[in-house]
């Protein structure tokens, strides 16, 4: 019985070979964004696995820097958007522009017609703008008038928010962070890292030339999620993956103590997020299955999002991230 590395390999046999590019890429962006393997990983686990990145932290640990290196690394267009308080739908979306030369109207594009899209402070958006992002994220789609446009078929939206200065900022509603297959939160790096970001600039400054880096094609993209889907999950892992998100809603077969600490868990989209992504890490591994440390690895980052603390919870200082290691302790692995 063949694998489903050999499966794809021989599908796939003329084109460069999807894992291979992938190892490179990897390489490429820990060379450009040092001290962040983690966000390197989502990164890429997000592109992998079809969906939107959310990532949060103080200024100036690389967040846009990161992403804005992935973006220069594969043949796709790319955008920035600053978030501000006075944007307004139009300026994501675009707008219909009267012609008078013709009497009618013209839809002009915007900024959200892009293969990757870097969403720059998304909470300084006002509620209007965040839903005009909404339909984009989830349906794929910008709805203007009574008309709708379909977005590329490589579109992801990887956004960034500081959690430090929250004067004009608006939070993003539940509806809209749960489009987002990831939350990733970033922290400093420890004092060797510095010293590399020390010597990295200062190259950088001196005209220093790095060996160039051939951009990922969409073909070969496609073709790795192709990869992704065919990764085997055991039927033992898959309902361990439910337990866990089943947890979240009601813990109390697990720990007494939380059942009080949650007012809502996660949906069946958070169970369907966790499959992708424990996929996507496996097939970056280069295994062709899921195993627990998969699940382990990502359920953090695709779950603190989709769990909404009771009050009780928030008056004795327990966050999100004290929820959930808690209770990924406590739901017994296959």
């Known amino acids: 019985m063949s694998t489903a590395h050999e499966t794809t390999t021989a599908l796939w046999a003329g084109t460069p070979n999807p894992r291979e590019r992938f190892d490179s890429l990897k390489t490429h962006l820990n060379g450009k964004v040092l001290g962040q393997p983690a966000l390197i990983e989502r990164l890429l686990i997000s592109l992998l696995a079809d969906g939107h990145l959310l990532v949060e932290g103080a200024p100036g640990l690389a967040k846009t820097t990161a992403i804005k290196a992935l973006a220069e690394s594969l043949e796709a267009d790319d955008h920035r958007i600053q978030f501000t308080p006075d944007l307004l739908p139009g300026d994501v979306t675009g707008t219909d522009i009267f012609e008078?030369?013709?009497?009618?109207?013209?839809?002009?594009?915007?900024?959200?017609?892009?293969?990757?899209?870097?969403?720059?402070?998304?909470?300084?958006?006002?509620?209007?703008?965040?839903?005009?992002?909404?339909?984009?994220?989830?349906?794929?789609?910008?709805?203007?008038?009574?008309?709708?446009?379909?977005l590329p078929d490589l579109?992801?939206?990887?956004?960034?928010?500081?959690?430090?200065?929250?004067?004009?900022?608006?939070?993003?509603?539940?509806?809209?962070?749960?489009?987002?297959?990831?939350?990733?939160?970033?922290?400093?790096?420890?004092?060797?890292?510095?010293?590399?970001?020390?010597?990295?600039?200062r190259g950088q400054s001196s005209g220093e030339k790095r060996e160039p880096f051939t951009p990922l094609t969409q073909e070969t993209i496609?073709?790795?999620?192709?990869?992704?889907?065919?990764?085997?999950m055991a039927p033992e892992l898959e309902n361990y993956l439910v337990q866990l998100v089943l947890a979240t809603r009601d813990p109390s077969p697990y720990l007494e103590g939380l059942a009080d600490k949650v007012d809502w868990g996660a949906s069946p989209r958070g169970t369907i997020a966790l499959d992708r992504c424990s996929r996507a890490r496996a097939w970056l591994c280069d295994r062709d299955y899921v195993t627990p440390e998969d699940v382990l690895s990502v359920a953090p980052d695709v779950l603190r999002h989709r769990v909404l603390l009771s009050y009780r919870a928030r008056a004795e200082g327990m966050g999100t991230n004290d929820f959930l290691q808690k209770l990924i302790g406590a739901v017994p692995l296959p």
């Open 100 to 150: 008078p030369e013709t009497a009618r109207f013209r839809f002009e594009p915007g900024p959200i017609f892009h293969n990757l899209v870097l969403a720059d402070e998304i909470n300084r958006a006002p509620a209007k703008v965040q839903s005009a992002l909404l339909e984009a994220m989830a349906e794929r789609q910008v709805t203007v008038g009574s008309q709708s446009y379909p």
């Open 155 to 201: 579109f992801l939206v990887m956004a960034t928010q500081n959690p430090i200065e929250q004067e004009g900022t608006y939070s993003l509603p539940e509806a809209q962070l749960d489009r987002f297959l990831m939350y990733v939160e970033v922290s400093h790096p420890g004092a060797e890292v510095e010293h590399q970001v020390l010597h990295l600039v």
């Open 222 to 232: 496609f073709s790795a999620r192709r990869e992704v889907d065919l990764v085997h």
